[in-house]
């Protein structure tokens, strides 16, 4: 491949990714959060799992319809993921997943 069909095909900034990776990304966070606090795995929640708002509408029957994911890519590597969703009393909420958390999303660990 040259490269100029490389560049094309790479990977860079903001991509939508909803319908490859909301199940996924849903799962992960449903699990983070059922678990009891002090049985979660601790993220800087300031750079690895921030929210805005509650996590606790991840739980709300139906979410999956109102639940968006972006993925932030540089050199076709997932730097971050953000989702963004609507709870059952309307409000929105942010969630963005990067370092430690984004790696055992990507890995499927979320044991401690």
Same mark, same amino acid.
């Given at each position: 491949?040259?490269p100029?069909?490389?560049? +094309?095909?790479?990977?860079?900034g903001?991509? +939508?990714?909803? %319908?490859?990776?909301?199940? %996924?990304?849903? *799962? !992960?966070?449903?699990? @983070?959060v %059922?678990?009891? !606090?002090? +049985?979660?795995?601790? /993220? =800087? *929640? !300031?750079?690895?799992?921030?929210?805005? &708002?509650?996590m606790? $509408?991840?739980? =709300?029957?139906?979410? +999956?319809?109102? #639940?968006?994911?972006?993925? @932030? /890519?540089? #050199? =076709?590597?997932? *730097?971050?993921? #953000?989702?963004? !969703?609507?709870? *059952?009393? $309307?409000? @929105?909420?942010?969630?963005?997943? #990067? &370092?430690?958390?984004?790696?055992? /999303?990507?890995? &499927?660990?979320?044991?401690?």
């Open positions: 491949m040259n100029e069909q490389k560049r +094309e095909n790479s990977k860079e903001w991509q +939508e990714e909803t %319908s490859g990776r909301k199940e %996924s990304v849903l *799962n !992960f966070l449903k699990e @983070y %059922s678990k009891p !606090f002090d +049985e979660r795995k601790k /993220y =800087d *929640n !300031f750079v690895e799992l921030h929210v805005s &708002g509650s606790k $509408g991840l739980l =709300d029957e139906g979410i +999956e319809e109102r #639940a968006s994911i972006k993925s @932030y /890519y540089q #050199a =076709d590597k997932i *730097n971050k993921i #953000a989702v963004s !969703f609507q709870d *059952n009393k $309307g409000h @929105y909420h942010d969630v963005h997943l #990067a &370092g430690k958390a984004l790696e055992d /999303y990507l890995s &499927g660990d979320l044991e401690k």
